[in-house]
């Protein structure tokens, strides 16, 4: 139930943080003052930079709801990797069952959604960059190759995630091998399959 709640509210604030700017924070009111706007037809060059205003996009997305939570998640796993490390580096344990092996997996797990988070601050890093550029360097010159390539980061993370869960954790892979069977094969992966009896002479 926690579970299915948190899913749920990180879809709100999402939602909620896309829709800021349909909800009226752009560069509507500041075009139609400098006359940039076809006034007849309210007509307007729909790029990202003149439609998108840069302080929402620093202040209020970057610096809000991407920045701070990439900040925790980074002190969570240096904490997490600190206390597996220091339990692997226990001689003696109070139980009879294989320390190394349980936070052996630990370890793995981590260091898989560690791999996540490396490749989400390198994805979406140098487009926040570029956009506190633009506004507190409104003069400052960037190539139109750099916009390109930042953008392609950002849709870039969103393909490579599933691949690295696929690879480096058990339990999407099996999942998504259950996908791949039941919608593109049409097999029905949790079919289960009949057992065969083999027939007995109780007469000799």
Not at 10 to 22: A, D, E, F, Q, R
Not at 115 to 123: G, I, P, R, T, Y
Request: charged residues 15%; contains cysteine.
């Amino acid at each position: 139930m926690e579970t299915g709640t948190a899913v749920v509210v990180c879809w709100l604030v999402s939602i909620v943080v896309g829709l800021t700017p349909m909800l009226g924070w752009n560069n509507l009111q500041r075009l139609r003052d400098n006359g940039s706007l076809v006034t007849e037809d309210l007509l307007v060059t729909c790029q990202f930079e003149n439609v998108i205003s840069m302080e929402y996009m620093v202040y209020f997305n970057f610096f809000g709801w991407v920045l701070p939570p990439l900040v925790l998640m980074l002190v969570i796993y240096a904490e997490i990797f600190y206390m597996i490390h220091k339990q692997l580096n226990k001689k003696v344990t109070a139980s009879h069952t294989d320390p190394s092996r349980y936070f052996g997996k630990e370890l793995k797990l981590a260091k898989s959604l560690a791999l996540v988070l490396f490749l989400f601050a390198v994805s979406w890093l140098p487009l926040h960059i570029l956009n506190c550029i633009t506004l507190f360097c409104p003069t400052c010159e960037k190539p139109m190759y750099l916009i390109y390539i930042a953008i392609l980061l950002t849709h870039g993370n969103s393909a490579v995630n599933p691949i690295v869960y696929a690879f480096r954790i058990k339990k999407f892979r099996t999942a998504f091998r259950k996908i791949w069977e039941h919608y593109v094969l049409c097999h029905d992966p949790f079919e289960q399959k009949p057992v065969e009896l083999e027939s007995v002479n109780l007469y000799g």
